[in-house]
């Protein structure tokens, strides 16, 4: 920052550095600490790194280090995990390290330089019983990491296993460090008290709810929504007058301007050396959800309460439970299961570990968690049937079930919801524990919170459970596999409300060489919106598969939708491909534009002509846009939830979308697919993705076809150009299987039908396709019984002995019957033939 006072606001962001970058060897300039950086070195941190283990599993690999530190300090890119380093052991013990100077020279792999002035945490990444890498924090204090800085670097700690966990298979994922730093909305900021200018970060403004437009860079307009009993305290923060201001903390409270009031904690201090008058004063600000708990028993049961109020999940107060009672309770093994019927169902133990837990427990570890019927285990089921909690004293003989957890004291603490009991929380400690009347208070008060929440967060997941099978159902299981191309898809639930939405999407094979993509958003996020978008899926397939084109598919989806009397609208894009020639028809209904990427990796929207929602009125018209795509072309179909947000517009979002699709290596259609949802806590709505590669046909059919008059030599026409057309493409060995189907289909659709019919002969690699087509809608019925006596019924049996497949799809107008025959040996200079359409009728 200037130190001539001047300001500046807007998004910055933590500085990170990936391992092996080459070094100069020259002192690195002087350089003021970014926001992320100033939060991490109120945790004491200089430098912060993330290991994971490598593919061999027998070593832990340096991901990323961040930090104002980077330049000061270096840590080993590779840490063999059956070293003495401390990141290996705190990976496989599962449980921190927090290492003072003296502490960290017996260790190996520490950073270097080191010194009197360094020490190190080294944290495990543990996410649903899985520890996935390893947070090493090297610091540069003598005294190691306070109480509070340790409980920050905790929750940092579970926020980088969070992000770690969601990119699993997602290996070209963003970094962790500055990620998961924002994930836990800390603030920071940089005064100069002289002139009133302050420095504020995104994250800061967004908490005392103002945009960067807003701000000015001046401090009274950084505190113009706090309540006005609160402005005295952030005056004395503002204006600090003597050296003894060292460092405060205090809460305040905000309105925003939705009207919603926040309660934030703020943390500031003077750096060392500012002389007489602070020349700085550096601070942090964060939500009281994740504000620093107090020591005293009404400080831990405010900050249990916050944080239960945030927990939607079963694993969340899962989490939160944890985090409330082992380390504040100095606790050595928490434990916490449902009560499901006669079973405990359990949902998390702390430490993950089997090898934590008795031996009976490692003998039931089924999958994630062991399980256990309550008659199994009696003290538990005393208490679960009196609803107290027992307090269980060092020596006290238990069932070897529990004996294990607590060698030196057990609490059994039954959780209580709604006038029964949901669960039940254990916490186990090795060393004697006396258990004090104030702890007894706290722990009955914590079980009941715990019980509460756990209720409400397993209504939670029973919901999205039941709306996640909705969405599932209605949308498609997989999608077919195309001769000429490859598509891929990506559905996302919304994060916020019911995670089941109105966005689809489909994948329609409308013969051997055309396809229909389609996309669309039915309006709100509900069981209604999932109901209509499942009724809207179906009936474009419908009259998709019936062989009509685009714009009257989507008319009469549209006419559909109206009919239905609903106060929904949606929107939809429909493309038909023609997969050997490339030729794309488009059809848009209030949607956004497609997306196609180029072969050379340029990008483009479609220009395609829009109209009206679906829904809206019922003559509305859709035009019908063509164009041609080359093999190595991506066409892109997405939803508004990708693209636009709160705080994303459509066009920077249409934009962003654009070169994520420039960037992404289209050989594999998956990894581009996931590269195009970018960053998945992004998201306010339900997102749909379809890519399709078109790649080109490689074996390309020959065709012919021939108009079938109906005359009483007809059938006789039709055999003599069906055997010219077989001799033609040197495949005459399966003649008589082939003259035999078209004599029968052809006497079918003029004996049982009126008007024109068609007959369409395809060769495709090796099989030979017979297709009749007529005008009638009623697809041809086998008989159930034919005997000696019946005088027909025969012919159908006879196609279907001697075809590899049979069937009867409908078409516009009418319906088509196709056989296909196999040929037995193929010409090889068939299969690069060009193709041709013949056409004829009766000489």
Not at 150 to 170: G, I, N, W
Not at 511 to 528: C, K, N, Y
Not at 565 to 575: G, K, R, W
Not at 796 to 810: D, Q, R
Request: hydrophobic share 45%.
């Amino acid at each position: 920052m200037p130190h001539d006072g001047g300001a500046r606001a807007g998004v910055s962001q933590l500085r990170a550095s990936q391992p092996g970058a080459a070094s100069t060897g020259a002192a690195p300039p002087a350089r003021e600490a970014v926001p992320g950086e100033r939060a991490l070195t109120f945790a004491g941190a200089a430098l912060a790194a993330v290991y994971a283990p490598g593919a061999g599993q027998d070593e832990l690999l340096l991901l990323e280090t961040a930090g104002d530190g980077t330049d000061r300090y270096r840590l080993p890119e590779r840490l063999p995990l059956a070293g003495g380093s401390a990141a290996a052991r705190a990976f496989s013990g599962g449980r921190p390290l927090w290492l003072t100077p003296a502490a960290l020279a017996s260790y190996e792999g520490g950073p270097t330089p080191s010194g009197a002035q360094t020490s190190l945490s080294a944290l495990p990444l543990t996410a649903e019983g899985r520890t996935l890498g390893c947070l090493v924090v090297v610091g540069a204090s003598a005294d190691g990491f306070e109480a509070g800085q340790r409980r920050f670097l905790t929750r940092y700690a579970d926020a980088v296993a969070d992000l770690l966990r969601a990119r699993a298979d997602r290996p070209a994922a963003p970094s962790l460090l500055g990620p998961a730093l924002r994930a836990l909305s800390v603030g920071s900021f940089v005064l100069v008290p002289d002139s009133g200018v302050i420095e504020a970060d995104e994250t800061l403004l967004d908490l005392v709810g103002l945009t960067p437009d807003e701000f000015d860079g001046k401090a009274d307009s950084l505190i113009a929504n706090a309540l006005p009993e609160d402005m005295h305290a952030l005056m004395s923060v503002l204006e600090p007058a003597t050296p003894a201001f060292a460092r405060r903390e205090l809460e305040f409270r905000v309105r925003c301007p939705t009207g919603e009031m926040r309660w934030l904690s703020l943390s500031c201090r003077v750096p060392a050396g500012s002389g007489d008058r602070p020349q700085q004063v550096l601070g942090v600000v964060t939500p009281t959800s994740v504000q620093r708990r107090g020591a005293d028993d009404v400080s831990r049961i405010q900050w249990l309460t916050a944080a239960l109020d945030d927990a939607t999940t079963v694993h969340d107060v899962a989490r939160v439970a944890v985090t409330a009672l082992r380390e504040p309770l100095c606790a050595d093994r928490v434990a916490l299961a449902e009560l499901r019927e006669d079973r405990l169902i359990v949902i998390v133990l702390d430490p993950p570990q089997p090898a934590a837990w008795p031996e009976t427990w490692r003998s039931e570890w089924r999958s994630e968690w062991p399980d256990a019927p309550v008659r199994a285990l009696p003290t538990l089921q005393l208490a679960l049937r009196d609803g107290r909690m027992d307090l269980w004293p060092a020596g006290t003989p238990l069932e070897p079930q529990l004996a294990g957890i607590g060698a030196g004291g057990l609490a059994v603490m039954p959780l209580p919801a709604k006038g029964g009991v949901v669960g039940v929380c254990l916490v186990g400690w090795d060393q004697p524990h006396e258990f004090a009347t104030e702890e007894r208070s706290v722990l009955t008060a914590t079980a009941a919170l715990i019980g509460q929440a756990l209720e409400r967060a397993h209504a939670y997941d029973a919901e999205q459970e039941l709306a996640t099978l909705l969405q599932r159902s209605l949308l498609p299981r997989r999608l077919p596999e195309l001769p000429g191309g490859t598509a891929v898809a990506r559905y996302l639930p919304a994060r916020r409300g019911l995670q089941v939405g109105g966005d689809w999407y489909d994948v329609i094979v409308i013969s051997e060489d055309r396809v229909a993509l389609v996309i669309g958003d039915v309006q709100g996020h509900s069981a209604g919106a999932a109901t209509i978008m499942g009724q809207m899926r179906t009936a474009v397939r419908a009259y998709a598969v019936e062989g009509h084109p685009p714009d009257v598919v989507v008319s009469h989806a549209n006419r559909l939708l109206v009919g239905m009397e609903t106060d929904l609208f949606a929107t939809c894009c429909y493309v038909e491909l023609d997969l050997e020639e490339g030729n794309a028809l488009f059809v848009r209904a209030g949607h956004l534009a497609p997306l196609l990427r180029q072969p050379d990796g340029t990008t483009e929207e479609v220009e395609v002509e829009g109209g009206l929602p679906l829904g809206v009125l019922a003559e509305a018209e859709f035009p019908m846009t063509a164009a041609a795509l080359t093999p190595g072309t991506v066409l892109a179909l997405v939803t508004d939830g990708l693209v636009e947000a709160a705080d994303l517009p459509l066009d920077e979002g249409m934009d962003r979308t654009r070169a994520a699709l420039a960037a992404a290596d289209p050989a594999d259609a998956g990894r581009m697919a996931d590269e195009l949802l970018g960053d998945a806590g992004r998201r306010e709505d339900d997102v749909a993705l379809l890519l399709l590669r078109y790649d080109g046909m490689t074996v390309r059919p020959i065709r012919s076809g021939w108009v079938v008059w109906r005359l009483p030599d007809a059938v006789m026409h039709a055999r003599r150009f069906t055997a010219r057309t077989l001799r033609r493409w040197k495949v005459a060995e399966v003649a008589d299987g082939v003259l035999l189907v078209v004599s029968e289909l052809v006497t079918n659709a003029l004996v049982h039908t009126q008007g024109p019919v068609r007959l369409d002969l395809i060769l495709r690699g090796d099989l030979v396709r017979v297709c009749v087509s007529d005008a009638s809608p009623r697809a041809p019925a086998k008989p159930v019984i034919v005997d000696w006596e019946s005088t027909g019924g025969r012919g159908l049996l006879l196609v279907e002995a001697m075809s590899e497949s049979f069937g009867s799809v409908p078409v516009a107008g009418g319906k088509q019957v196709w056989s296909e025959i196999r040929v037995p040996r193929r010409e090889p200079s068939l299969m690069g033939s060009a193709p041709r359409e013949e056409g004829g009728g009766p000489p």
